[in-house]
């Protein structure tokens, strides 16, 4: 069985200071792990993905993610927020064994003050 | 742009209406999904689609009908819908594979039933 868990509804955070925004996994299988964010009006896009290479992952816009398996997380990290990534932000869990079954975390929409 | 196409973008529907959703790709993705995504809720598997076979249905009501008539198109019949069913409804498509894969999204129907 897999779930995920996004650990707050809602992070506020002001321009130019760090993002963090946190997920926590249970898988039987060894996972995929995904960050996608969604803007207003508008589908999903993925940001970055795990799948069991390096641990810590890269992805678009300067946003990146340790996958930690002693803790069973997977956080989106970012240095500096910037306006445009006000949006929300969904963490995903995938098994690695076949299959289509996708788990979505319930989202975390992300406020960024000037 | 992810290559999904999703029409209508916005549905207005009476709940003894007849309408369908359309998705369509141009990836050369084998599988198709559709997601229900309500407010306060974390995405909804409805449907997956693999090589046109349906592969999942997650326990989804008969007034939601999918059609899978080849690998580019994926088709969501609506009948007698109530009005919680309304929702933004998005599509979906992957490679076929181990599980790893990321969805491309469309930009999703917002579907309002009243």
């Known amino acids: 069985a897999q779930s995920v868990t996004q650990l707050d509804s809602h992070v506020s955070v002001s321009e130019g200071t760090p993002v963090l925004l946190r997920c926590n996994y249970s898988s039987s299988y060894s996972p995929s792990l995904f960050w996608y964010v969604q803007h207003p009006n508008k589908g999903l896009q993925l940001l970055l993905k795990y799948t069991s290479a390096a641990t810590l992952v890269k992805g678009i816009n300067g946003f990146e993610a340790e996958f930690k398996k002693s803790e069973t997380s997977f956080h989106l990290t970012k240095p500096s927020a910037h306006m445009s990534d006000a949006a929300e932000y969904f963490c995903?869990?995938?098994?690695?064994?076949?299959?289509?079954?996708?788990?979505f975390g319930a989202g975390t929409r992300l406020f960024v003050k000037a | 742009e992810t290559g999904v196409t999703q029409t209508p973008r916005h549905l207005v529907m009476g709940m003894t209406n007849k309408k369908s959703l359309k998705c369509e790709q141009h990836l050369g993705h084998n599988a198709m999904y559709w997601y229900k995504q309500s407010a306060k809720k974390p995405l909804e598997l409805m449907f997956v689609y693999s090589l046109e076979e349906r592969v999942e249905n997650n326990s989804v009501p008969s007034r939601f009908s999918p059609e899978c008539p080849n690998s580019s198109h994926l088709f969501l019949h609506l009948h007698t819908l109530q009005p919680e069913d309304s929702a933004l409804y998005l599509c979906?498509?992957?490679?076929?594979?181990?599980?790893?894969?990321?969805?491309?999204f469309g930009s999703g129907t917002q579907l309002s039933v009243l």
């Open positions: 995903v869990v995938r098994a690695n064994t076949g299959g289509f079954k996708t788990i």
């Open positions: 979906a498509s992957s490679p076929q594979g181990q599980g790893g894969e990321k969805l491309f």
